[in-house]
């Protein structure tokens, strides 16, 4: 079992949709990142948050520590957001700060 | 700012040769991860650099080494190419407080290495 996983793997989406991308872990964190990959490899990150809740824009992200669970939330969705989301935590445990990744979510916003 | 930076983007090399990937921390940033993203996976950890020694280390053999440098620049070399290691290679670049806790980490765009 990874120790990150995403659901679903794949999103196709009609603009203007509410999305949830869904992520659990499984080991102990100290953060954990939401990132965005394009077509050709670049990666963005997004969103780092321990707790609580960020927004930036239409995304926002939540994490239940207890629960071990993040979702991002895309409002009002755009073709433009047609990319890879990718969940990532950081163990801090001994040393420090590698980051464990989730396969990612393809997800296609149609126009 | 230019951000992080990554050299050469795209790189085509024959198996059993040797391949050297540069990368460039943001400004200000001097801790610099390197990973290994398969097609169609999520990146894997190589290891990790800060104050030019290897911190931390994923499970990839001992042919993967790599270096820092004292303006915090970074190379990662692969020794005795594989095909296997046909990958986009991910270099990522943060700053380690006093305590030693790595803040966030900031991308560069990637080289893509293809091993024919």
């Known amino acids: 079992k990874n120790e990150v996983e995403q659901s679903p793997q794949n999103l196709t989406a009609q603009e203007g949709e509410f999305i949830t991308i869904n992520c659990s872990y499984s080991v102990g964190i100290s953060a954990l990142h939401w990132l965005q990959q394009h077509p050709g490899g670049g990666i963005v990150s997004l969103f780092m948050l321990s707790s609580g809740k960020k927004k930036h824009g239409r995304l926002i992200a939540t994490i239940n520590i207890q629960e071990k669970h993040s979702s991002l939330h895309i409002t009002a969705s755009h073709p433009r957001d047609s990319a890879v989301y990718i969940c990532?935590?950081?163990?801090?445990?001994?040393?420090?700060?590698?980051?464990?990744f989730g396969k990612g979510t393809k997800l296609s916003v149609k126009p | 700012d230019a951000g992080v930076t990554q050299s050469p983007t795209h790189l085509i090399k024959t198996r059993g040769q040797q391949v050297t990937l540069r990368c460039s921390p943001k400004?200000?940033?001097?801790?610099v991860s390197w990973y290994q993203q398969a097609l169609g996976q999520g990146p894997q950890f190589i290891f990790q650099?800060?104050?030019?020694?290897?911190?931390q280390r994923g499970n990839f053999p001992d042919r993967f080494s790599g270096h820092q440098f004292p303006n915090y620049s970074s190379e990662l070399n692969v020794n005795a190419l594989l095909l296997g290691d046909s990958a986009l290679y991910l270099c990522?670049?943060?700053?380690?407080?006093?305590?030693?806790?790595?803040?966030?980490?900031?991308f560069g765009p990637g080289t893509r290495l293809t091993v024919t």
């Open positions: 650099y800060y104050e030019e020694e290897e911190r």
């Open positions: 990532a935590v950081g163990s801090y445990g001994g040393s420090q700060g590698n980051l464990i």
């Open positions: 990522a670049s943060s700053f380690s407080s006093v305590r030693g806790r790595v803040g966030e980490q900031y």
């Open positions: 400004s200000g940033h001097d801790t």
